[in-house]
């Protein structure tokens, strides 16, 4: 009974001997708990290192008034979360519009400055100007309403004139009793028309004064962006600082657990262990957590300030721009199309494939069946079985090794 057992063992070993594609050392639901487990792990990992970021001291905000005068760049990516970078309040100050200072909504609350804008006089220099944009602000509502007004006049008008276009067909086409009159339709669309020329004479006087009054504050303008330069750096040498006591904070949980992973999965790879593959995924999420916080920390640091140098050099040189975008096809092509080639390059090998035609009992070379014969190919005359210089028994001829002693070939 032993011995049958012993038998039949042998043989399914000897079947899995190899390396048959079809083989899994791990099953399937073995892969589907590792990838469960490696999602999870990162959520909880993110949100614990997302937790760690709130533990020291976050800089200042910038008041909303800031925004029309600082110009951000790449390194201050991930620095506008929350109330660093709120649009929901509108700001007062907008250089870029026809006059430069929009008004704020009713319920909207005055600009809150930091201690930096406070420190560098940004808060001096915008109440110096209170006067004036107060004053551009409500002639600003009055042309806002003035505006509202013309759009119902300019409405009615339309209206009006459509009827009379009417009467004025019903007219020549001499159509008794028409719908409208003409007589007092003109009588009606004349007030209307220079109610609405008095209406667009007083918006445009009201622009005129808010063009007046923001010229006025062009100098202004100009002081507070030299002093949101000098505002915008000492943030950023806050924010630096900030994101290194995160960094090594973060660091203190990550970089431990990573490398314990990194030890315990060389260990257990040089012993060929199948639990191996556990630790494979384990390593590839401590592998996330140290790129997440290595980025975002030399991001700022360094790596931002490259590549906008290097965006601004492209953009600049237009065929340095298409030779880049070439090269990055090309290399698009090797890496996925590489990636295919290593994949059908490892299921194709050559003694893969004779493998499995051996054990489907067709020839390697002609995929012939092998039914009639055991030592050559019948139909290409390729040799199948030789006999083995150690135990002298038969072997296929593919094999590295004889199924019998286990001598191997050099």
């Known amino acids: 009974m ?23 050392k791990t099953p399937i639901a073995g892969y589907v708990l590792l990838i469960a487990m490696t999602i999870v792990s990162l959520w909880l990992g ?43 309040v509108k700001p007062v100050y907008s ?10 909504p009713p319920s909207a609350q005055p600009c809150v400055f930091s201690d930096i804008e406070t420190k560098r006089g940004v808060a001096g220099a915008f109440a110096q100007t209170k006067g004036t944009r107060d004053q551009i602000a ?32 019903e007219k020549g086409a001499k159509v008794s009793g028409g719908i ?33 009054a923001s010229d006025q504050l062009k100098p202004f303008n100009e002081k507070l962006r030299a002093l949101y330069k000098e505002v915008l750096a000492d943030w950023r040498v806050q924010w630096r600082w900030y994101e290194l006591w995160a960094f090594l904070l973060q660091g203190l949980f990550v ?65 340095l721009k298409s030779i880049i975008t070439y090269a990055g096809m090309l290399l698009t092509i090797v890496l996925f199309g590489g990636a295919v080639y290593l994949l059908q390059r490892k299921i194709f090998n050559p003694a893969r494939v004779a493998l499995r035609y051996l054990r489907d009992k067709r020839c390697p070379s002609c995929q012939f069946s092998l039914e009639l014969s055991k ?33 191997r070939k050099t």
């Open 255 to 319: 970089f431990p657990f990573f490398f314990i992973m990194l030890k315990t999965y060389f260990r257990l790879s040089a012993k060929n262990s199948p639990y191996t593959v556990i630790a494979t995924f384990t390593l590839a999420t401590a592998s996330i957590f140290v790129v997440k916080i290595a980025c975002v920390y030399f991001w700022s640091l360094l790596l931002a300030a490259i590549l906008e140098a290097l965006w601004d050099l492209i953009n600049r040189i237009q065929i």
């Open 46 to 88: 993110f949100t614990a290192l997302s937790d760690l970021e709130n533990v020291p001291a976050k800089p200042q905000a910038l008041s909303s008034c800031s925004v029309p005068f600082i110009s951000y760049g790449w390194q201050d990516a991930w620095r506008f979360s929350g109330t660093y970078y709120e649009y929901s």
């Open 2 to 24: 032993f011995s049958f057992l012993k038998k039949k063992t042998g043989q399914a070993a000897g079947k899995d001997i190899g390396f048959e594609e079809r083989e899994r």
């Open 180 to 212: 409208y009159n003409i007589g007092e339709l003109q009588t009606k669309l004349k007030p209307f028309e220079e109610q609405k020329t008095a209406l667009v004479n007083e918006v445009a006087n009201i622009q005129n004064q808010i063009s007046a």
């Open 375 to 407: 030592n050559f190919c019948p139909h290409c005359g390729e040799q199948i079985l030789e006999k083995c210089p150690k135990c002298h028994s038969a072997r296929f001829i593919r094999m590295a090794v004889c199924p019998h002693c286990g001598d």
């Open 95 to 104: 250089p870029e519009a026809a006059f430069p200072y929009q008004v704020r």
């Open 138 to 169: 409500n002639l600003q509502n009055q042309s806002n309403q003035k505006q509202n007004a013309l759009s119902q006049l300019d409405s009615q008008i339309n209206e009006l004139r459509r009827q009379y276009e009417l009467s004025i067909g």
